[in-house]
């Protein structure tokens, strides 16, 4: 059997997740590789909880070297965690995550879904987590995932066994993996799902253990004497040059808001899989032993199978169009199958095969990026067959038409095809922003009502063409997204996916608006147009006792993606008021309430998502002390903006620049969170830093996480990973008389509700006598956590370090915490 081993660069792997709306070009070694994945009728899923979750060894070992299709089942899409290359937190974080998953995938082989689950924050237990996600809707989700993917075998990453040990979510996952493994072939369970799809039963569950479960390896070693499947999957890829964990680690470093860029590594590698559930295993090597993964498995499918491994044995790895022919003859018998599960997959994934072969490429791009409801879009189709075989056009047609259009063109060998279409665009098309963020949800759930839209990592692109062929006088279609495809000097080419978006889109700068006295304030509203000449209204609407002047504002914009600024005075009522502030802006008729958020980074595709236009308004009565505020930035947070609103001038501090004399101007410093983590010129700036404190300064370190960190305090303070998760667990003051609790603003009981998420994180676990312990805490449970907030006298000044999670409070609004931070910024002062 000879076979030409043609080597492919790294980059053609991961060129997919750099530029995501790329069209696919293959190798023939890529080719291959499909055509003998084709040749496998066997599924695996894996199931965790969130992004990063995911083993991508073991995916990319399934995936491409046992050929099977492969999938990921992350209950969250990570909306809980921290952004390290940004400022999006919370959904957007979630919407940013999804796609490195989706950019992951494309390099393990794999293929991504999700439940409706929102991920919340840190849970202790799997107890705190299903009081907060709803347990039935979650479990439907993992369900109907199995029921709609098919796996034969499941892989759960976290063990079902040992509540309390880790995250709850984690735990969580693989609970609900089991009690889904017996509920997806009933009938009776989620009896609604069964107008889309069928029951299944899978074959056999894994958990994919190793001694990171164990306080260390003799004891992981003990424990599964004679229970493990060992996969060695450090094997190496001679048709990619690249080895299986190579792989993975390219994968896995696509989660980089997560800090997930790492080295690859090459060589023998061992995965352990424990059998939990199923069938008992009759080649302890192999997960799929026993299961049918050939073409006999299907009725009719022997005969198929026939064509498809002779291909895959005499593969010409210089002239794949060769074998065209018996590919289409393929193809005509995978129509006739019985088992629609099956035929819809083999059908897909041999057409991309065919096309390949022929090097037939095939794209519609759109004149401009987005388009609006009611409008027409001019698209490009680009068409060229770079083969000898016979290729004819015989139509096409737009998803939203049905309409065919004849176009009766012969596809001579490397001769490009060119077709200039205006595609109109219906008024009743659903905007292309992530479906889950369409409906408001709960703290623990997304709202998503439509069935065949649970699970699916991305909303499904509006506008495709559907391109209808003869090849060698067999009909065959392809569908093909509209895209937006252009270039700039500095970059080349650039692909961008194609959005639906509405005619008017509004923005407030700030999601919070903080109004600490009776004053007035500006509130600036950007209007934004998606067609040329758009003009209307726009207005606010505030809560009871506050008011806007005026009452509306007219704009008139004349070109598309222009912006327009208007500003509104709003009046707070005398006492403490909080509320919605709504922008909404009306145009021929139609109101629109929706900001465009663009989220757009190197490594994932670009993407456009619509939130409600609105901000949170606060009158808070608030008293300060100082003005000048110096912020050393850590990972990222919005604390300086926060402070701005209450009245504070902030200064953010280059560290490199920081000497005895700079810091010297400044009422107080401020750490952002993971400061020490993050930025290494602080050890040496350390001794600057305690002078100006011991000279009269207050300094404020926010959290930092434990690990091989020296954060520099004055006095012994060890870090440790303390947290507590409830936000609404009870909050004991320790020392009510501490200046820190009553200037300028007298700090109570009542300041510790509307917090969100969590109350706080990596709380010292142990400190020196110098300190005081101002705060007392913990989850339910759990014994009390008094190092959320410590304060030292040094010097002149004031020392504090602080895990409590002001970096989410003060960007929600909550004015507990603006009073709080406001008296930790006061200290001394009075």
């Not at 819809?344 to 794209?363: F, M, P, S, T």
């Not at 759109?366 to 075989?389: H, K, M, Q, Y």
């Not at 703290?443 to 699916?456: A, D, F, N, P, T």
Request: charged share 25%.
């Amino acid at each position: 059997m000879k076979k030409t081993l043609l080597s492919i660069s790294v980059f053609l792997l991961i060129s997919i997740a750099v530029f995501a709306q790329k069209p696919e070009k293959l190798t023939t070694n890529q080719i291959y590789e499909k055509i003998q994945k084709l040749n496998f009728l066997g599924t695996a899923l894996y199931i965790a909880a969130h992004p990063d979750d995911e083993n991508t060894r073991l995916i990319a070992y399934l995936a491409n070297n046992v050929k099977a299709r492969t999938g990921y089942l992350s209950l969250t899409r990570g909306d809980g965690g921290q952004n390290l290359i940004g400022p999006e937190i919370r959904e957007l974080l979630g919407v940013i995550r999804t796609q490195e998953l989706l950019a992951a995938r494309s390099i393990d082989g794999g293929e991504q879904f999700f439940t409706r689950a929102n991920d919340f924050g840190y849970s202790k237990h799997p107890d705190e987590t299903l009081e907060i996600w709803n347990k039935k809707e979650v479990l439907s989700d993992v369900v109907w995932a199995i029921r709609t993917f098919k796996p034969d075998v499941i892989i759960n990453r976290f063990n079902h066994r040992t509540p309390g040990s880790t995250h709850g979510h984690h735990t969580t996952s693989a609970m609900l993996s089991i009690e889904a493994f017996d509920l997806v072939n009933d009938k009776t369970k989620f009896p609604e799902q069964l107008k889309f799809t069928n029951v299944w039963q899978p074959k056999r569950l894994f958990f994919n253990t190793s001694s990171w479960f164990y306080r260390n390896q003799e004891d992981f070693e003990k424990d599964t004497k004679g229970k493990l499947t060992t996969l060695d999957v450090g094997v190496y890829y001679p048709l990619k040059g690249l080895s299986n964990n190579e792989l993975a680690s390219m994968a896995s470093s696509q989660h980089l808001c997560q800090g997930f860029g790492r080295l690859t590594s090459r060589g023998e590698q061992n995965e352990y899989v424990e059998f939990l559930k199923g069938d008992e295993l009759k080649d302890k090597n192999d997960i799929f032993s026993g299961i049918n993964t050939t073409w006999n498995r299907l009725k009719g499918g022997g005969e198929i199978g026939e064509i498809l491994y002779d291909i895959e044995d005499n593969f010409d790895f210089v002239n794949p169009s060769k074998h065209i022919l018996k590919l289409m003859e393929a193809y005509k018998m995978i129509q006739n199958l019985e088992d629609n599960h099956w035929r819809e997959i083999k059908e897909k994934e041999l057409k991309e095969i065919i096309e390949a072969c022929l090097g037939l490429y095939l794209e519609a791009s759109a004149e401009s990026s987005s388009a609006t409801p009611n409008s027409n879009i001019n698209v490009d189709f680009e068409l060229i067959n770079r083969s000898d075989v016979d290729v004819q056009l015989i139509s096409y047609e737009t998803s939203h038409s049905g309409k065919k259009e004849i176009k009766e063109i012969p596809l001579a060998n490397n001769k490009e095809a060119n077709i200039k279409q205006s595609v109109f665009i219906s008024s009743d098309e659903n905007y292309t922003s992530p479906y889950w963020l369409n409906s408001e949800g709960t703290l623990g759930m997304y709202k998503v009502e439509k069935q065949q839209l649970i699970g699916l990592p991305e909303t499904p692109r509006n506008i495709k063409v559907k391109f209808n062929f003869l090849i060698e006088n067999t009909p065959i279609s392809f569908i093909k997204d509209v895209i937006r495809k252009y270039a700039e000097s500095d970059k080349g080419e650039i692909y961008e996916p194609f959005e639906i978006l509405p005619l008017v889109t509004t923005k407030l700068k700030d999601k919070v608006l903080i109004f600490s006295n009776d004053n007035a304030k500006k509130v600036a509203v950007e209007v934004r147009a998606g067609a040329n000449k758009v003009s209307g209204k726009v207005s606010l609407k505030v809560p009871e006792l506050w008011t806007v002047s005026p009452k509306e504002i007219d704009f008139v914009i004349q070109q598309k993606n222009d912006k327009k600024v208007v500003e509104f005075l709003v009046t707070p009522p005398k006492n403490q008021s909080e509320g919605k502030l709504e922008v909404v802006a009306t145009s021929n008729g139609k109101a629109y309430q929706k900001e465009l958020v663009e989220i757009n980074y190197n490594h994932i595709s670009k993407q456009s998502v619509l939130l409600n236009s609105e901000a949170k308004i606060v009158r808070l009565n608030i008293k300060t002390s100082g003005t000048n505020i110096g912020y050393i930035q850590g990972a990222g947070d919005a604390i300086p903006e926060s402070l701005q609103q209450i009245g504070y001038s902030v200064e953010e501090i280059n560290p490199e620049e920081i000497n005895a004399k700079n810091l010297l101007k400044y009422d107080a410093i401020v750490l952002g969170i993971r400061a020490y983590n993050v930025v290494d010129e602080l050890k040496f700036k350390q001794k600057f830093l305690l002078e100006y404190v011991a000279k009269g300064g207050n300094m404020i370190v926010q959290y930092n996480t434990n690990r091989g960190v020296d954060i520099g305090a004055p006095f012994n303070l060890k870090l440790g990973r303390d947290r507590v998760t409830d936000e609404f667990s009870e909050v004991r003051i320790l020392n009510e008389n501490n200046p820190i609790l009553n200037y300028p603003n007298k700090i109570t009981q009542n300041d510790f509700k509307g917090w969100v998420q969590e109350r706080g994180l990596y709380f010292p676990e142990e400190w020196s006598a110098e300190y005081t312990p101002i705060l007392s805490m913990n989850d339910k449970g759990e014994t009390p956590k008094n190092g959320s907030l410590l304060i030292a006298k040094y010097g002149k000044g004031n020392y504090m370090y602080t895990g409590l999670s002001f970096f989410r409070e003060m960007p929600a609004g909550v004015s507990g915490a603006y009073k709080l931070f406001a008296n930790m910024l006061s200290v001394g002062k009075n």
